[in-house]
């Protein structure tokens, strides 16, 4: 059969079919190997751990740069050259002072606490076993299984934390993957400066490329992609971090006036789960939640009725006005988004997810509206 004979509606449903078939295969392929394609991903993350570690700052830094560069040296005279490296040097700096901040003030505290829960453990437990004898009405085998899984529970965690094997020493013996990561990092910070500082020529030599490499149809579309692409990374871990380092210096703050226990670390887990959209504040929330609840229950309802204000103010005033319509997405699409990423790539996945799918959702919602003009489906109300 010769395909260039056939109708023109049929040429059409031929490929519609064929697109069709093509992705249902893909499709299906993609969810019986999520465990293979995941395996992939970490591993190529890892080996380019710097360079998104360096596009990280970038996104981070770059609207500090812009706003020096434009606002703060508008009046300054001097070479352009010039001005851009003192505006670099000036993100760089307010850098490494929310670093220092971070690692100096913060970490010290951290440490107590945590220094401090460890060893009030024990009468944690202790705690918990006697609200459970005094249950009324419970069954002698069932509370004697919340006992035992209670007392096993404890010990492993408590070994965990402090056993030879456990997660503390653990994590401090692997010297040479913490030296990997903090090379890692310093790299990243030196490639994110250098990007800085030569953003427009980084920029052309991509434009070269992708033009020397296409024609003219796919450049443009391929330059499309990338320019949505960086702007909703851009603004959306930007916008996210700030918002994230608002709520967590508000929760610090406020956990200091209440006498929250643990009031440094509570602060840290509920400002950096909060990098996570919809899902971050309950994740972040549980956890305090059951630590406050052991240790006192008056302040776990103290603290539940604090983040439910706290994340609503973030969700209806802070959070609007910081992210604006940086990610675009109705809530149903997000947390499709965090569920998909977060089956594939975990934590990591639960977040780079909205920002991926607001850039897919945002080019076939482009597409279908350019296709519904096009055949001028007014009925629609478009």
Same mark, same amino acid.
């Not at 040429?11 to 019986?32: P, T």
């Not at 740069?65 to 000036?90: D, H, Q, S």
């Not at 604090?306 to 994340?311: G, S, T």
């Not at 509206?369 to 096009?374: D, V």
């Given at each position: 059969?010769?395909?260039?004979?056939?109708?023109?509606?049929?040429?059409?449903?031929?490929?519609?079919?064929?697109?069709?078939?093509?992705?249902?295969?893909?499709?299906?392929? %993609?969810?019986?190997? #999520?465990?293979?394609?995941?395996?992939?991903?970490?591993?190529?993350?890892?080996?380019?751990?710097?360079?998104?570690?360096? #596009?990280?700052?970038?996104?981070? =830094?770059?609207?500090?740069?812009?706003?020096?560069?434009?606002?703060?040296?508008?009046?300054?005279?001097?070479?352009?050259?010039?001005?851009?490296?003192?505006?670099?040097?000036?993100?760089?700096?307010?850098?490494?002072?929310?670093?220092?901040?971070?690692?100096?003030? #913060?970490?010290?505290?951290?440490?107590?606490?945590?220094?401090?829960?460890?060893?009030?453990?024990?009468?944690?437990?202790?705690?918990?076993?006697?609200?459970?004898?005094?249950?009324?009405?419970?069954?002698?085998?069932?509370?004697?299984?919340?006992?035992?899984?209670?007392?096993?529970?404890?010990?492993?965690?408590?070994?965990? =934390?402090?056993?030879?094997?456990?997660?503390?020493?653990? +994590?401090?013996?692997?010297?040479?993957? $913490?030296?990997?990561?903090?090379?890692?990092?310093?790299?990243?910070?030196?490639?994110?400066?250098? /990007?800085?500082?030569?953003?427009?020529?980084?920029?052309?030599? /991509?434009?070269?490329?992708?033009?020397?490499?296409?024609?003219?149809?796919?450049?443009?579309?391929?330059?499309?992609? %990338?320019?949505?692409?960086?702007?909703?990374?851009?603004?959306?871990?930007?916008?996210?971090? /700030?918002?994230?380092?608002?709520?967590?210096?508000?929760?610090? /703050?406020?956990?200091?006036?209440?006498?929250?226990?643990?009031?440094?670390?509570?602060?840290?887990? $509920?400002?950096?789960?909060?990098?996570?959209?919809?899902?971050?504040?309950?994740?972040?929330?549980?956890?305090?939640?059951?630590?406050?609840?052991?240790?006192?229950?008056?302040?776990?309802?103290?603290?539940?009725?604090?983040?439910?204000?706290?994340?609503?103010?973030?969700?209806?005033? +802070?959070?609007?006005?910081?992210?604006?319509?940086?990610?675009?997405?109705?809530?149903?699409?997000?947390?499709?988004?965090?569920?998909?990423?977060?089956?594939?790539?975990?934590?990591?996945?639960?977040?780079?997810?909205?920002?991926?799918?607001?850039?897919?959702?945002?080019? $076939?919602?482009?597409?279908?509206?350019?296709?519904?003009?096009?055949?001028?489906?007014?009925?629609?109300?478009?």
């Amino acid at each position: 059969m010769d395909f260039k004979n056939l109708r023109d509606e049929t040429k059409e449903m031929i490929k519609a079919l064929a697109i069709s078939g093509s992705l249902i295969v893909l499709f299906y392929v %993609l969810v019986n190997n #999520l465990k293979t394609i995941a395996s992939v991903l970490m591993s190529s993350l890892s080996a380019m751990a710097p360079f998104l570690i360096g #596009l990280i700052f970038v996104f981070l =830094l770059e609207p500090v740069r812009r706003m020096a560069e434009e606002k703060w040296l508008v009046n300054l005279k001097a070479e352009p050259r010039a001005k851009r490296k003192l505006a670099v040097t000036i993100a760089m700096v307010v850098c490494l002072l929310c670093l220092f901040a971070f690692f100096m003030i #913060l970490i010290p505290q951290l440490m107590s606490s945590l220094r401090i829960f460890i060893g009030s453990f024990d009468s944690y437990v202790a705690t918990l076993r006697n609200m459970i004898d005094s249950l009324d009405g419970i069954d002698q085998n069932v509370e004697a299984a919340l006992i035992e899984a209670l007392n096993t529970t404890g010990s492993k965690l408590l070994e965990w =934390l402090t056993g030879a094997e456990g997660g503390l020493v653990q +994590i401090l013996s692997y010297s040479v993957s $913490v030296l990997k990561g903090v090379m890692n990092f310093f790299i990243g910070l030196i490639i994110a400066l250098y /990007i800085l500082l030569d953003e427009e020529r980084f920029k052309l030599q /991509i434009k070269k490329l992708i033009y020397g490499l296409m024609d003219r149809k796919r450049a443009d579309s391929t330059m499309h992609l %990338l320019r949505l692409t960086m702007r909703t990374f851009n603004s959306f871990i930007f916008g996210k971090a /700030i918002d994230s380092l608002l709520i967590g210096f508000i929760c610090w /703050i406020c956990c200091m006036v209440m006498r929250m226990p643990y009031g440094p670390l509570i602060s840290v887990v $509920v400002g950096v789960t909060n990098m996570i959209p919809v899902f971050g504040p309950f994740i972040g929330a549980v956890p305090c939640i059951l630590i406050l609840l052991i240790i006192n229950p008056i302040k776990a309802l103290e603290f539940s009725v604090f983040i439910l204000i706290l994340q609503q103010i973030d969700g209806n005033i +802070i959070g609007p006005r910081i992210l604006g319509d940086a990610v675009g997405l109705p809530t149903l699409w997000v947390m499709f988004a965090i569920i998909v990423g977060g089956a594939m790539l975990g934590i990591v996945g639960m977040f780079v997810g909205v920002p991926i799918f607001s850039v897919v959702y945002t080019l $076939v919602r482009d597409y279908c509206y350019g296709q519904l003009k096009e055949k001028d489906v007014s009925f629609l109300n478009l």
